[in-house]
Structures are given as C-alpha cells and as structure tokens.
C-alpha cells in the first residue's frame, strides 16, 4: 500500500501524555485542558504532570522545584565549551551539541534505569535554560549569571539571561508560554525522540536528535520566522500588501498552518492575549498590531489560522528576548515532552521500524564500471 506523504493521519505511538483533537481545537496532558493549565498551572508543575501523570501534592511540587533549581548549574566541562560555542555556532546548534556533550558527565552515566532516567530527565529540563542564558551572555560579552534557587524556572531563566530579576507579571508571561510549549503528542521533533529511544539508545541521544529536528523552519524555527516577518512588515499599514505579495509568490507565511488544528490552536488562544496584554503594559502596541492584520488577511486569503509559534513571536520580542533564541525556548519548555516521552517509549518498547515503498528500477543487470557508458550514468542520475 503507498505510504502517506508526511505520514499524515498514521498513529504511530500510543501515549498517556497529551492529546489533540484537531477538529474541536482542543488540546490535553494527561487529561487536563491545557486551558485550564494555562490559566491556573505553573511550568514545574507540568513537568510532574507529565512524568508521573497527575498533578503533584504541594510537597511533592516542593521537592521537585527543589530538585529543578538544585540541578540548574553547569559542569565545568560545558561552562568551559561555552564561549568557543557562543563565537562558533548558532543557538540551536549550541543546545544541540552541549545536550550532547552534557552525557558524558551526567552522574548516572550510562545507566539506564527507570530512576536514573527520570533524574536524567530532570537534569535536562533544569540545565537548558542555563545553557541558553550562558550562551547569550558570552555572545554578548556580558558575564554569565548564576542561577538563582530561590526563583522559579522562567524567572531564573529570564534573570540569566536578561541580566535582572523580571516583575512578576513578565515571569508569570514567559511561564504560561513554557507550560503551552511543553508537550503536543507525535510532532517531529517527540517521534525523532521516540523512534532514538525505542532502539534503547540513551536519554541523552534521543534528546539531541529531538533538538536536530526541532531546529527545522516547519517546525520550532516558525516562531523566529514569524518575528523576522512582523520586522520585515515593521508598520501595520504595510501588512495587508507584504502578505498579499508574499502568497502571490507562493510563499508560506510562518507561524500559520497546521497538520493536525483545523480550527484555531489553543495555545494560539493565549499568546495572542498575552501578546496584546504585553504591547499595553509595555505601551508599545507595534507587534500585537502588526500580528493582529496579518492574521487578518491570512484568514481572509489561505482561510488559515496562526499555530502557536505567530503570538508566540511578539510575545518573547516583548519581553526582550532576542528572535534567535526563540527557538531555544521553545526547546526549554519541550524538554518536559521529549523526556517524558523518551521514558514512556522505554517502559513499553518495542523497535520503530516501518516501510518504504519502493519506487525504482527494477531488475537491473550489474554493468562492470569500465563498460558503462557516460550516457547511461547520467540518465540514472
Ligand atoms: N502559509 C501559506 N500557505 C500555507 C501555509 C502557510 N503557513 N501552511 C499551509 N499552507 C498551504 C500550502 O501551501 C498548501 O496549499 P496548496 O494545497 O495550495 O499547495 C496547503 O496549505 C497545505 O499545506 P502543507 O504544507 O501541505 O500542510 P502540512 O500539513 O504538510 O504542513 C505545516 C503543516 C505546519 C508544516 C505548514 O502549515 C507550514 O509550513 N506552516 C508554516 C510553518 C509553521 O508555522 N510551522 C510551525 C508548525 S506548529
């Protein structure tokens, strides 16, 4: 039978962790409406939620914080890469290599216990944030800021990375955007995770080839397209025709589509509010604006909807933090996904290996290479 293109509508896995219905716009972890936990949540949370699938008492959400903030400092082996990485290398190709290099001084080494895996796990989700605000601040000859315990995961991130302590409200922003972020069942980057875990590789292995795909346009590198796009737009009044022009040249506009929503994204939902509710409190109302029209004539034109990653753009832009990194980000928040992903495929694995349909010759006779002609080999080519 022909496979389907993209693997459109293939069940490919079975997961307790998140669920889409891409016809009402819903999405759930674990049962929970992520409105719901956009509204009411917090990002540490989530992480539970994800990795024991319930909510956690209060102690129990006490000693994971605890844990997150206790794990958030580097190796003196990945503070030292860091600054030849921040001359070197694009953000997402630094994640990529020092998530890599962060196994080989991960305490539980090579073990691959449940245990081992989950703290593997927690590691992971409490040091990329510092991997990315390290980054930033040797890229920007500033020196790195030490992570704080006492702030919770998206206040100490934007403390590292911006250098202050955020108010309350920029934190609480940044937090709502991690838990909408956190996981979203079989998109590319999760199955590439998937499919390195179910060979029993490491933790560490399936989370670089998670990254690797995550840094592609069509999936997490849409947010830094989108804010590229609403610089390039710069003005509301010049929206209409940049779209317009932009379609005409059978363009994509980043940050719209989706394979599974049919209706709006729900995460879309929250970062337009928050986009808005930032523009105003930062009395700079450019980028909701701008997001607002081209949304707009989207609709209009495509009859498409923004995915998470259009709001998502004006939001970060607002809270200062630089379109190369949005990516990163969004890498932060989907290191619970991926984690909680990898260790679900380990408790009931079996190798993912599908088929190919074969679409070649068939029947060739081998030709000994000093007899094939030059038009024969370029004909194959
Ligand atoms: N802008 C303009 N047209 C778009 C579009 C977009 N963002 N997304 C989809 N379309 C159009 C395609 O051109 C195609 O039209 P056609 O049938 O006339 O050729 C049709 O909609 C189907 O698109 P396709 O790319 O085949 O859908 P898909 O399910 O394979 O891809 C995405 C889904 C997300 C990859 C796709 O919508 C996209 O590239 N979006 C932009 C990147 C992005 O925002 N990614 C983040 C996803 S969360």
Known sequence: MAGQAGLEEVV??????????????????????????????TFEEVVFLLHHLRLPRADELEALSEELAEERTLSEFLADLMPTLAQQTSPMSMLRTTISAASAYDPDGWDQSPG????????????????????H?????????????????????????????????????????????????LNASTFTAR????????????????????????????????????????????????????????????????????????????????????????GDMRWYEISERVEKVVMEEKGLYPNVDFYAASVYHSMGIPTDLMTPIFAL??????????????ADNRLIRPESEYIGPLDQQYVPIEERAESESEAAS
């Open 12 to 41: 490919a896995a079975q997961t307790k962790l998140s669920d889409i219905d891409g016809k009402l716009g819903r999405l759930s972890y674990v049962g929970y409406d992520i409105h719901d936990l956009a509204t009411h949540s």
């Open 116 to 135: 081992a895996n989950l703290r593997k796990a927690m590691r992971l989700v409490a040091k990329t944030p510092t991997l990315i605000a390290t980054y």
């Open 137 to 185: 601040r040797h890229r920007t000859d500033q020196d790195p800021v030490q992570p704080n315990p006492k702030l919770p995961h998206a206040a100490n991130f934007l403390a590292m990375l911006l250098g202050e302590e955020p108010d309350q409200d920029t934190a609480r922003a940044l937090d709502i955007t991690l838990v909408l972020y956190a996981d979203h069942t």
């Open 195 to 282: 499919v390195i875990a179910s060979t029993l590789s490491d933790m560490h292995s399936a989370i670089t080839g998670a990254i690797a795909a995550l840094k592609g346009p069509l999936h997490g590198g849409a947010n830094e397209e989108a804010m590229k796009m609403l610089e390039e737009i710069g003005n509301v009044d010049r929206a209409e025709e940049y779209v317009k022009d932009r379609l005409g040249r059978k363009q994509k506009i980043m940050g719209f589509g989706h394979r599974v929503y049919k209706t709006e994204d729900p995460r879309a939902t929250h970062l337009r509010r928050l986009s808005r509710e930032l523009g105003e409190r930062h």
């Open 333 to 346: 928040a989907r290191m619970a996904g991926w984690t909680a992903h990898v260790r679900e495929q380990y």
